[in-house]
């Protein structure tokens, strides 16, 4: 018979405390030690060899937000495209599972948490137009307990698909990329510092699409950001080469996986906020990703945020009035 998921996750916690790699667990606490003046190490060819492959395993979860075909003509739709989710670190992969399973116990749930079907009580979730309000709340407030109990932080990018179109077209006419391109490959750069600096490998885990197109250009920007290809072209070279080193010894690989996976829940339960916190700031997700400091900019030191934190993309001003606004105040910066 094979493993569980939780059988699954003991085993690998217990080989690496067999290898020497020391437990760590939540990456909020962690990051905030982090020392904006000694961040992103030189690699050596010597470490890119073999001792990096001891250090800690980080997993960044990403869903997405929208399609990420930019001629979208769904009127129904956001107005945004992202890609993100959460990183948490590995040894809190098992708490992730166990309250995921407390959740999906207690409600008897039949689907998984899809907050798309969540918030339009549709599909696994069209129990909730028929509860009663008194009930439905009561499933928010634990859907929201999980989600901000969780020894994990948000992060991702978004870009607004009008102001996208705009820019791009004039160059690249019916050739441009998929936004997907873009927002993967600023979420996992910013995840590749985060683990770096914190002397920890990222496993990056993406919701497979299915889709002919989606999945392999997924994979080849995730080559690109490894071997210091041309992610956006030959015009931003240093973004690429300046960076690469960290990156090759950092990226420990890519996965795919299905809505079955916790971690790719809670990314699902993220990234609509995250998005939303760059277009509509106060909406009600947001607001309960702020108040619970869930956003990884509350974890920053100020100098790093604007290159580390989410990534908003011809959307700065609301973004600016909204999260970065509620962190300055609660890390106490100046604006």
């Not at 015009?235 to 690989?253: Q, S």
């Given at each position: 018979?094979?493993?569980?998921?939780?059988?699954?996750?003991?085993?690998?916690?217990?080989?690496?405390?067999?290898?020497?790699?020391?437990?760590?667990?939540?990456?909020?606490?962690?990051?905030?030690?982090?020392?904006?003046?000694?961040?992103?190490?030189?690699?050596?060819?010597?470490?890119?060899?073999?001792?990096?492959?001891?250090?800690?395993?980080?997993?960044?979860?990403?869903?997405?937000?929208?399609?990420?075909?930019?001629?979208?003509?769904?009127?129904?739709?956001?107005?945004?495209?992202?890609?993100?989710?959460?990183?948490?670190?590995?040894?809190?992969?098992?708490?992730?599972?166990?309250?995921?399973?407390?959740?999906?116990?207690?409600?008897?749930?039949?689907?998984?948490?899809?907050?798309?079907?969540?918030?339009?009580?549709?599909?696994?979730f069209v129990w909730l137009s028929?509860?009663?309000?008194?009930?439905?709340?009561?499933?928010?407030?634990?859907?929201?307990?999980?989600?901000?109990?969780?020894?994990?932080?948000?992060?991702?990018?978004?870009?607004?698909?009008?102001?996208?179109?705009?820019?791009?077209?004039?160059?690249?006419?019916?050739?441009?990329?998929?936004?997907?391109?873009?927002?993967?490959?600023?979420?996992?750069?910013?995840?590749?510092?985060?683990?770096?600096?914190?002397?920890?490998?990222?496993?990056?885990?993406?919701?497979?699409?299915?889709?002919?197109?989606?999945?392999?250009?997924?994979?080849?920007?995730?080559?690109?950001?490894?071997?210091?290809?041309?992610?956006?072209?030959?015009?931003?070279?240093?973004?690429?080469?300046?960076?690469?080193?960290?990156?090759?010894?950092?990226?420990?690989?890519?996965?795919?996986?299905?809505?079955?996976?916790?971690?790719?829940?809670?990314?699902?339960?993220?990234?609509?906020?995250?998005?939303?916190?760059?277009?509509?700031?106060d909406h009600p997700e947001n607001?309960?990703?702020?108040?619970?400091?869930?956003?990884?900019?509350?974890?920053?030191?100020?100098?790093?945020?604007?290159?580390?934190?989410?990534?908003?993309?011809?959307?700065?001003?609301?973004?600016?009035?909204?999260?970065?606004?509620?962190?300055?105040?609660?890390?106490?910066?100046?604006?």
């Amino acid at each position: 018979m094979a493993p569980t998921a939780r059988e699954r996750l003991v085993r690998n916690a217990v080989i690496a405390r067999a290898n020497g790699i020391p437990e760590l667990h939540d990456i909020a606490a962690l990051m905030e030690t982090i020392d904006a003046d000694n961040v992103v190490p030189a690699y050596s060819p010597e470490d890119l060899a073999g001792p990096l492959k001891l250090r800690p395993l980080m997993t960044l979860f990403i869903d997405e937000s929208g399609t990420r075909y930019p001629d979208n003509k769904d009127k129904n739709g956001p107005p945004w495209f992202g890609m993100g989710g959460v990183l948490v670190l590995n040894d809190d992969l098992l708490a992730i599972h166990d309250a995921r399973a407390a959740l999906v116990s207690k409600w008897r749930l039949s689907g998984p948490l899809h907050g798309f079907d969540i918030r339009n009580t549709s599909k696994a979730f069209v129990w909730l137009s028929k509860v009663g309000r008194k009930r439905a709340e009561e499933f928010a407030a634990d859907l929201k307990s999980f989600v901000l109990s969780a020894p994990a932080v948000g992060i991702g990018c978004a870009l607004d698909r009008a102001e996208h179109v705009a820019k791009y077209r004039p160059q690249h006419g019916r050739s441009m990329w998929l936004m997907s391109k873009t927002a993967f490959t600023i979420t996992v750069d910013r995840a590749a510092k985060i683990a770096a600096t914190l002397g920890c490998r990222l496993r990056v885990v993406v919701e497979r699409s299915g889709h002919n197109r989606e999945d392999p250009e997924v994979v080849e920007c995730y080559k690109e950001l490894i071997g210091g290809g041309h992610v956006f072209g030959p015009a931003v070279e240093a973004f690429n080469d300046e960076l690469t080193p960290y990156r090759a010894a950092t990226l420990a690989g890519l996965e795919f996986g299905g809505k079955e996976s916790p971690g790719l829940q809670l990314a699902d339960l993220m990234i609509y906020p995250i998005c939303a916190s760059g277009f509509a700031p106060d909406h009600p997700e947001n607001q309960n990703m702020l108040a619970g400091r869930k956003y990884v900019d509350f974890h920053l030191p100020s100098d790093l945020v604007s290159d580390w934190g989410l990534k908003f993309r011809e959307c700065p001003r609301s973004y600016k009035a909204g999260v970065r606004a509620a962190v300055a105040a609660a890390r106490g910066w100046r604006r």
